[in-house]
């Protein structure tokens, strides 16, 4: 008997603590869902829950990007650079086109000259990077010796 006692006593507490967290949000004017569909009117506008839009807005179509070297306007210099990058003449190429040695040509427009420097920057960073990895190679003073490959095969 004493636990059906003991049960009511805690039901009846939690009970009790519903209804002044109930009292506590109204005060607050936080909204609380309804038991029933005709408990709905009993909430105020401001306290309802508000309607959520979860549609997905539509997608815009990808807009193709229009970019253009300004090298691209001297077709036959664009395919020499293509064909001649990471080979050993075209730092060298590229320096004939920077500095004019002829005197007789007109030059480049500054958006051309500012890529013909930059694609020298880019080389040279390139060999400087791939090259610290070749010179390292190179720094094995038994990875040459045929002794060692002797040994190492036998």
Not at 91 to 102: A, S, T
């Amino acid at each position: 008997m004493e636990m059906h006692v003991t049960d009511a006593a805690r039901v009846e507490r939690l009970l009790s603590r519903i209804s002044l967290l109930e009292q506590l949000l109204a005060i607050n004017h936080i909204p609380v869902p309804p038991d029933s569909s005709d408990a709905q009117d009993a909430i105020h506008p401001h306290l309802a829950f508000p309607a959520l839009d979860f549609s997905e807005k539509p997608r815009e179509e990808p807009k193709a990007l229009e970019i253009r070297s300004a090298l691209e306007d001297f077709p036959h210099i664009s395919k020499t650079i293509t064909s001649m990058w990471g080979q050993d003449g075209f730092d060298q190429y590229l320096g004939k086109l920077i500095v004019d040695e002829r005197g007789n040509r007109k030059g480049f427009s500054m958006d051309a000259m500012e890529e013909l420097m930059l694609l020298g920057r880019l080389s040279r960073s390139k060999k400087s990077l791939f090259g610290m990895f070749k010179a390292a190679r190179h720094l094995d003073t038994w990875a040459d010796n045929p002794e060692t490959a002797r040994r190492a095969a036998g």
